[in-house]
């Protein structure tokens, strides 16, 4: 039963992330192809979803969707700063279904703590509705918890660095020793 359900889980996230990825709705389905559970990750039109993202050595980089900011650190002392920008519809889906996959709503066992230095450090705050979840973790946190929530910023950085505004920037010009 307990391979089924690991089975299950798997196929679930192969189809959220291939097959349905138009659909709002991912079906977990079990060894007798029966859907055993539905996972709704549309963000609906009128639903507040804000989220606060600073990363990076000293934490200098900032995704602010609420004040419509992001923030590049230079890497020299200085930062570059893009104002009046928003997620598109489909890139603000496109992160909600990530944090759905994330399980961003679940207690999560993160830890600050790193040897390394300097080391990349990330703080995020998740605003969906009227709830809001807070996570702080290091690049040293190697748990699942701790990989998991990485891959989910890695994406969200990713999906801003995309956008043109961004790449117009000024380049990191320095280096941390």
Known sequence: ?????????????WFVVGCFEKEAVAPIIDETQDVILRMEYELRPKVTFDLELRFGVNQKNEINTKERTVVKELQNGETAVLRDFELTDKERQSIYKTLVLADYQENKTLTTACNKKPHESFD????VANESYHYAWSECDKSED?????RLV???IGTVEEREEYKRLPAVQGYYE
């Open 146 to 150: 701790g990989k998991r929530m990485t």
């Open 1 to 13: 039963m307990r391979k089924g359900l690991v089975a299950a889980a798997l196929i679930a996230i």
């Open 154 to 156: 890695e994406d969200i």
């Open 124 to 127: 995020l705050t998740v605003k």
